[in-house]
């Protein structure tokens, strides 16, 4: 079956500009997570979803940052007025949330790059 | 707060087993062991995961300590396409989040 699903690939976009990152999970997962990696650097937790709901947003790096999911599948990450250091991969991975121990799938990233 | 430790990098050669280690001295009872790799230009993979007993699958085996606080992920024989960052993570089972910490990374020499 279909892998997660992530897009556009790559984004380039003007500071100050809004941008909005897609990512579509494997269908059936109910857990959702998005992480940023910046060039050289380790995975960053953002925010994730069991269903339709973030319990933990901690992540987020600013107010500029939000995220949501709608009818348990597709989850949108969206940044605001963008900046210069928001230049990174932008990494999806949905999992199977019954299983707490389930491995989790990764899209392929979306490359954002503000300039 | 980083809950496991593992080298920056180490190297290998092909054809030949690879050991790498990680150290979680603070780990629960409700923790799993997870090993996630990175190769170049993609997404994270799973690779494997135990509680307690040493695992084995067709990627790589996973030998966990008996008081638990160390694990190694054991790689038979060693490809170019090992070549990777290898993420050792602690899964509660009570929390779904997965935090990555920065891993070893892998080289593969021919």
């Known amino acids: 079956g279909a892998g997660v699903s992530q897009s556009p690939s790559n984004k380039v976009t003007e500071k100050g500009k809004d941008v909005e990152l897609r990512c579509d999970p494997i269908?059936?997962?109910?857990?959702l997570y998005w992480y940023r990696q910046s060039l050289g650097q380790g995975l960053e937790f953002l925010i994730y979803f069991q269903g339709n709901s973030a319990p933990d947003k901690s992540g987020l790096p600013s107010d500029r940052f939000s995220a949501e999911r709608t009818g348990g599948s597709v989850s949108t990450l969206t940044i605001q007025r963008t900046q210069q250091e928001d230049s990174a991969v932008y990494l999806c991975a949905s999992s199977f949330l019954r299983r707490r121990t389930a491995e989790a799938f990764f899209g392929q990233g979306t490359r954002l790059t503000v300039v | 707060d980083a809950k496991t430790t593992q080298p920056n990098s180490m190297e290998s050669n092909e054809e030949e087993p690879v050991h790498l280690p990680c150290n979680h001295s603070t780990i629960s009872g409700t923790d799993y062991i997870h090993w996630y790799r990175q190769l170049p230009s993609q997404g994270p993979e799973y690779v494997i995961h135990?509680?307690?007993s040493n695992v084995n699958n067709r990627m790589a085996s996973l030998a966990i300590a008996e008081d638990r606080k160390s694990s190694t992920l054991i790689l038979h024989r060693a490809t170019l396409r090992d070549a990777a960052v290898y993420y050792c993570i602690l899964r509660d089972v009570n929390d779904d989040k997965i935090i990555f910490g920065k891993g070893t990374r892998l080289h593969i020499l021919p």
């Open positions: 269908s059936g997962h109910t857990a």
């Open positions: 135990g509680l307690t």
